[in-house]
């Protein structure tokens, strides 16, 4: 049996929408969403199977100025994500519209022949009249790349999007597939625990804060009918761990509860959380420490 196969590399500015689209292609707690910027740090795979296609949708950090080696990283995955695919989405908040960099983006991708789809997302937070005239606007794009609007929160026009990149990839004999059925991402289970402890941060704390905090899981012990994971929260400054703490506590605890809410729908288990925080200054241009984390900032 022949079916449609390949590789999506979903890219975009921080906040674009882009790990929304991800979960609401896959149905799964693929990459943590939050309103705050950088809070994809790796490229997470996201995979769809239907009994047409196996697409893999790489999720990417946000495009975005590199300062510190964490930044280095992020931007240098991204470059990774887009140099061996089959299709380019380039995600664009529809509220905020098409910036120059987003055109030259377009421009740079038509000239390599390279297929690359323009998703409007958050068409929910706009009325009908606003995507009709930013499409009619938009002209001058709609030659060189599809161009559509949907919205990952209402499932609208996810369908279309699908089919479209169904027929731009390849196809392939059944046995080609990259992965098997019952996969839904390439990360291990530590990784998205640890991911959604920081996603619960995010929401949580102060603005200047997330961006200086990662978490690490130090034990994951999965036993028949439950989990028991301890998880660290490590920041740069001991005012930092101060406010993660918080009075008595209990903002740690506010961020275990709801993370360990979301982690138990992910196991499919009760869970046993135990979280606390580390201050280890500077982390993010320790390469030493970045790599433990995951984020090679050389091999990337």
Known sequence: MKIKCGFVAIIGKPNAGKS??????????????????????NNILGIYNSKHSQIVFVDTPGINKSSSGLDKFMQKSIKGAVSDVNIVVLVVDIKKGVTKQEIDLIDSYYNKK????LVLSKVDLV???????????????ACKCEIVPL???????????IELIESKLPEVDESMKFFDDDLYTDKPLNFIVAEIVREKALYLLNDEIPHGIAVTVERFEE???IVDVDVAIICDKNSHKAIILGHQGQMLKKIGHNARISIQKVVRKKVMLNIFVKVKPNWKNNLEFLDTLGYNVNET
């Open 20 to 41: 929304s689209l991800v979960n609401s292609i896959i149905k799964e707690k693929v990459s943590i969403v939050s309103p705050k910027p950088q809070t994809t740090r």
């Open 114 to 117: 390279v297929p690359l789809i």
């Open 127 to 141: 009325g009908k009249d606003f995507v009709v005239n930013t499409l009619q606007n938009m002209k001058d794009i």
């Open 151 to 161: 919205s990952s929160l209402k499932n609208t026009n996810i369908d279309t999007f």
């Open 223 to 225: 036993k028949e009918n």
